[in-house]
Structures are given as C-alpha cells and as structure tokens.
C-alpha cells in the first residue's frame, strides 16, 4: 500500500537525542493526524491538521513539535525524549478538514520508536 | 470530553462461530462511529462504520449495530475465519472535541 507512507520505520534513539517522523500522503487529502499507539492503551490523538487549522491534544508533552509544510506532509519533531515516549507512531489522513473528521482515515504503517 | 470502553480485551472463538465486541461511549453528542482492524505488525484498516443517524449496518460477515439511548455500538462477525484474527478498535468522534476517541482494542483469535 503506498496512499499513506512513513518514514523511518524502526527509529532508536537516546534521551538526548533530536530525531524527526516523516509522513506522506499520496491521496489527495485535506487533513493527517498523528497517533501514539502504546500496548495495551488506545490509540491516543496527538495533533490534526487541516486546511482551516491545527488542532493540538493538550495532554502532548513540548518534547514533541509537529510540522505541516503543505497538505501532503506532515512531520513530528522529537527531543529530549523519554521511555516511556518508546511507542507506534501512526500517521493518518482523510478527505475533509475538521468540518470532514468523519470522513475514513487513513493509517501509514507506522514508526516503531524507542527511547533508550 | 469522550470517553469510549470496548470489551472484552480478548476473544477467543471456533472457526465459524460468531464474534460481538462491545463499546460504549459517554458524549450524547457523538454521531460517527467507525470500527478498525488491526492485523499484528500492520496498520488498523477501517472494515465499518456506522453514523448516528441509521441503527444498523452491514458488509457481507460484518454488522454494526448503535443504540443511541443506551450510547453504545457493537460489531458483529459472522461465520469467523482465521484470517479474521487481528485486533479490532472502535470509535467515536465527538464533534465537540472534534477528534476520533478510540476504545482500547479487542484481541479476536479464531481457532481452526
């Protein structure tokens, strides 16, 4: 599947460290997301952005910075990370902005993280 | 803001029996409700979804049913095959907190 890509795929990293995920998206849509999907929890909503705005969880620590040069990319900058930040980063998009939340996302494959 | 429960954690059922796996929601307000599968080491792929408006829907083998009164949904697998093994997570979009709040997933394993 290529609609919804991430790179890199494993990533390890120490506490000091600066690292970034890269997302991209190949179907044309308005808005992407970021996940953190850590066991036995949900899949919890980091940031959204759309064409009208970017919509933040405010539960996410700084030590995570996300970037959205245009509405095919979507980055998330990490720095002085901890272990227990160690988890699955997913991507996602879909058609709409946020007046579209409803419309199906779509997951990249996802960045296995983890913080030594 | 949302809160969503799925149960149970993890289901184990015959090859051919039949599945449900349960959630529940807390926003009257939620109107869309989508359910996703996750096979191990891939990513969740939506296999349904349902809006508030309709309390039914079906796709061949799966069917998702919402009770808006009693605010909760499940998802209904009929005539289980192996290859339905995977973990399957449910949401909720409030559209006052304007995201997808998803339940803690559901570990379906279908003996042969």
């Known amino acids: 599947e290529t609609g919804v890509t991430q790179t890199p795929r494993h990533l390890v990293m120490g506490m000091t460290n600066k690292k970034s995920l890269k997302c991209e998206q190949h179907l044309g849509h308005n808005a992407m997301y970021w996940y953190k999907q850590s066991a036995k929890k949900p899949l919890e909503l980091m940031f959204v952005?759309?064409?009208?705005?970017?919509?933040e969880n405010n539960s996410v620590p700084s030590r995570f910075s996300p970037e959205c040069p245009n509405s095919s990319h979507l980055f998330l900058h990490l720095h002085t990370l901890q272990p227990e930040d160690s988890a699955l980063y997913l991507c996602a998009s879909s058609q709409g902005g946020l007046a579209g939340a409803t419309d199906t996302q779509y997951f990249g494959p996802g960045t296995r993280l983890t913080v030594l | 803001g949302e809160n969503v429960e799925q149960h149970p954690s993890t289901l184990s059922v015959q090859e051919g029996d039949s599945a449900v796996i349960k959630c529940t929601y807390s926003?009257?307000?939620?109107?869309?409700f989508p359910w996703y599968k996750q096979e191990l080491g891939k990513r969740p792929q939506l296999i349904i979804d349902i809006r508030s408006n309709v309390g039914e829907k079906k796709d061949q083998r799966i069917a998702v049913t919402l009770n808006k009164t009693a605010k909760h949904f499940s998802l209904h697998i009929t005539e289980t095959q192996p290859e339905d093994s995977a973990v399957y997570f449910c949401a909720a979009y409030s559209g006052s907190a304007r995201q997808l709040t998803f339940g803690s997933g559901t570990q379906l394993t279908v003996l042969p």
């Open positions: 952005y759309s064409l009208e705005e970017r919509v």
């Open positions: 926003d009257s307000a939620s109107n869309y």
